[in-house]
């Protein structure tokens, strides 16, 4: 039987704690930058896309500061 993905995105929650480096990080970041976005980014588009485009991490001054994937840096 084939693996049908759930309806919705699965997204980590804002502070998620499952990898304490990442944990460290963005608490480091949060206080250098408290008007930055800062948190696990979420994924946009329809679900029907054709395309995918999968990101390895959200840029400093990109999709962390903007909370939008490829959006804010050179990305």
């Known amino acids: 039987m084939p693996v049908r ?10 502070d998620c704690p499952f990898c304490p480096r990442l944990v460290d990080f ?10 930055f976005f800062n948190a696990p980014v979420p994924s946009f588009g329809g679900a029907d896309a054709r ?3 999968v ?5 400093l001054r990109g999709a962390n500061r903007t909370g939008r994937p490829f ?5």
Not at 6 to 14: A, D, H, L, N, Q
Not at 55 to 59: D, E, K, R, S, T
Not at 71 to 75: H, I, K, R
């Open 51 to 53: 395309l995918l485009v």
């Open 71 to 75: 959006t804010g840096d050179w990305a």
């Open 5 to 14: 993905p759930p309806s919705e995105p699965v997204s980590p929650g804002r």
């Open 55 to 59: 990101g390895l991490a959200p840029g």
């Open 26 to 35: 963005r608490n480091a970041i949060r206080a250098a930058f408290p008007d």
